[in-house]
């Protein structure tokens, strides 16, 4: 393990007003499904697991679907259901699709860097959705750069220019993976994924088959379901639940799934290391996932429990900030003895906006989010439970809100320690220099939000109650613990190929590309469909 004091390059959306730039928390991991299911509708499929996993990334969403002859990609930016209309999900055709929702760790925010990322290979093409974040990004970039001057598929302008244009790690690995022409992609999977450092759960595909991959630490989530007529992967098993399918068994860290119309087969490309990341208890998941055998929501449940043991505090009412803090506070509450409450009502309609707000609005201190329950807390004593505390801006905004709706005290419960590291393994943290705990302690940082007290969960507390060993979990946010080297701070961050790659301009076709405006097949002839935002490219 590594211990790192460089900072982070990530940037963070998860706000009381979403339009603040000042006001922001921890940002989900991506999602990523698959199914092979001859003789069903796997486009719709596909759509309805991505709902389920919308929680993972709202900046794009995307689909992928082979009809036995070729693929077809269709992407744009946004949630799930602005990307995706009833025509659309119509034209995808075929039994074998992959789907991804996006929030950005390497790579901007733009329609290019959505997944799945699309290549032709020298049999047919490749699409790949990935939720983590890659640490030999540059070492990956260098050798794509090699494999332009080898000659064969990835020597034509043509193509070598499709592929250039995203500057996110996901389309590194889907050239690598197709690459060689002298071997079939499960061949060269098993020869490429064992280079692949850092968190990776991948779901990709070919013409034929499906593929998944988890890198041998399982930093990542990844689920292997079964239907009636065929198999489906998943980020978590409530999608599988959503589209019926029944959960086998977790796809193990280092292995390769293959299924096709052979069958299911596994491949070990790489020892087992197993470091779950811990936040996916806290925070990512949802709480009716299942990881490691263990429930999310029970985890939760106890690290609240556990929480009211170590920080007890004499009050009227327990209340959770919506929805990641309600189960701890269930705990919490019953730990305690102390009534459950709901203190604020959530606007379950706020996504991202790129509205923003005039000064005067500014000034009113619009609340986009979240709005306290006045006739509730009027005249309470309160505790509120959050999952995790960042900058700290969101709890000193949500504390105020509380005064000013007549609390009487406000103690502040956090069901996880205080987050003094950035994560380079797909969870977008601040910078290090922005986070509140690296440079001032508990007493400081409740007089700082407001609160009357302020009490974490131990480090020990929350990994006891995930149910696994502390040598199975990545903690590093908390404790700085990287499971897996870091290179030179020159050699990570979110824009990193940014700087140095070469960008398509917006107007070239991607051939088996949708992009909402002009719909073309592989051999890049326009197929008539239209769909998604109109401004989808310009989007930030």
Known sequence: MTRRTRPGDGRLNHDLDPTSAADKGPQDACGVFGVWAPGEDVAKLTYFGLYSLQHRGQESAGIAVSNGRQILVYKDMGLVSQAFDESTLESLQG???????????????????AQPTFRPTANGSIALAHNGNLTNTRELADRVERLKHIGGELD??????????????????????????????????????????????????????????????????????RLERGWVVASEDAALATVGARVVREVEP????????????????????????????????????????????????????????????EADLVIPVPESGTPAAVGYAEASGIP???????????????????????????????????????GKRLVVVDDSIVRGNTQRAQVRMLREAGALEVHVRISSPPVKWPCFYGIDFATRAELIATGLGVEEIRASIG??????????????????PSERLCRACFDGEYPI??????????????????????????PGVLDGREARDVEGVPIGLSGGAAGALDHP
Not at 95 to 113: D, E, F, K, Q
Not at 266 to 274: G, I, L, Q
Not at 458 to 468: C, H, I, L, W
């Open 95 to 113: 039994g074998l699709a992959i789907g991804h929702t996006r929030y950005s760790t390497t790579g901007a925010s733009t329609w290019h860097n």
């Open 156 to 225: 034509t302008p043509s193509r070598q220019g499709n592929h250039i244009v995203a500057t996110n790690d996901t389309s590194l690995v889907t050239a690598l993976l197709a690459g060689d022409p002298d071997r079939t992609i499960e061949e060269t999977a098993i020869e490429v994924l064992p280079t692949v450092k850092g968190a990776f759960s991948f779901v990709f595909m070919d013409e034929h088959t499906l593929y998944a991959a988890r890198d041998p630490q399982g930093i990542r989530p990844l689920v292997l379901g």
């Open 254 to 313: 280092g292995e390769l799934v293959v299924v096709d119309d052979n069958g299911l087969r596994s491949h070990r490309f790489a020892e087992p290391a197993p470091k779950g990341c811990v936040f996916e208890y806290v925070y990512l998941a949802r709480p009716d996932a299942t990881i490691a055998g263990r429930s999310v929501h029970a985890a939760r449940v106890e690290m609240g429990r556990l929480l009211a043991r170590s920080h007890p505090v």
């Open 340 to 378: 459950f409450g709901q203190g604020f009502v959530k606007n379950a309609y706020v996504g991202r906006t790129f509205i923003q707000p005039s000064q005067t609005l500014r000034q009113l201190g619009i609340r986009l989010k979240l709005n306290a329950l006045e006739h509730v807390i009027r």
């Open 451 to 468: 609160a009357d007290s302020l009490g974490y969960i131990s480090q020990e507390d929350m990994v006891a109650a995930t149910g696994q």
């Open 485 to 510: 080297d870091l290179p030179d701070e020159a050699l990570l961050g979110k824009h990193l190929l940014e700087r140095s790659l070469p960008v398509l301009e917006r107007d070239t076709p991607l």
